[in-house]
């Protein structure tokens, strides 16, 4: 397994224009979710999957932002109409109940570069 | 909510010098505490951990104790490496059941040669 994997790692877009990004999760692991990080700040929570289902939004997830985890395995973020303040790190996690519960010890992707000009 | 403050960086050393990384917490009970690190291009990956008070992790000659009286998960490290610059990320439970990690602002440390 090669951890989690994110695609792309950097994208430049054009304000307005949507975009969508790619996590493949460790594969036995149920839980997936998706942080964006901005300069200088810390990874901030934007939703979470188990399995198929999303759980929990934060609200800074706004109306132009939708997540999916189709089957329950890799999931996709899209932003539609995209606006400058997207530019940031978008990052995905993934874990096991059991570290989950036990040890919180996410497996973070790399991450996604947005850029939006 | 729960929120975790860190000392704001960069922090420049040299090497082999003696590390410390601040950090304060908000919580209501005694939540675990956690200390990630992001080294440049990579994700986030998780270095240290303390689940009660009194607890100290440690990881990679890195350690951090778990003081419930100062409300603190200070980092620390006697003699840093060149490969050890990186940010480092105090989290702690978002306050949910389900794994949700509220992160620090993140401190960035350089060490030269």
């Given at each position: 397994d090669t951890g989690v994997s994110q695609d792309p790692r950097h994208k430049i877009t054009k304000r307005g224009q949507n975009v969508t990004f790619r996590c493949d999760p460790?594969?036995?692991?149920?839980r997936l979710y998706w942080y964006r990080q901005t300069l200088g700040q810390g990874p901030e929570f934007l939703t979470y999957f188990q399995n198929e289902a999303q759980l929990e939004k934060s609200r800074l997830l706004s109306d132009r932002f939708s997540a999916e985890r189709p089957k329950g395995s890799f999931s996709t973020l899209e932003i539609q109409r995209t606006e400058q303040g997207d530019s940031a790190m978008y990052l995905c996690a993934s874990s096991s109940p059991v570290a989950d519960l036990l040890n919180y010890g996410y497996t973070f992707g790399s991450g996604t570069r947005l850029t939006v000009v | 909510g729960d929120s975790v403050t860190q000392m704001e960086g960069p922090v420049t050393l040299s090497e082999e010098a003696f590390l410390t990384i601040n950090c304060t917490y908000t919580a209501t009970g005694y939540p675990s505490l956690f200390w990630y690190v992001q080294y440049p291009g990579e994700g986030l990956q998780l270095l240290l951990k303390a689940t009660k008070a009194d607890d100290k992790g440690s990881n990679k000659g890195f350690e951090a104790t778990y003081r419930k009286e100062t409300t603190s998960f200070h980092l620390e490290k006697g003699s840093v490496q060149v490969s050890d610059s990186a940010v480092y990320f105090c989290a702690l439970p978002g306050g949910d059941s389900w794994g949700k990690l509220q992160f620090g602002a993140g401190t960035q440390v350089v060490v030269t040669p």
């Open positions: 460790i594969s036995e692991h149920n | -």
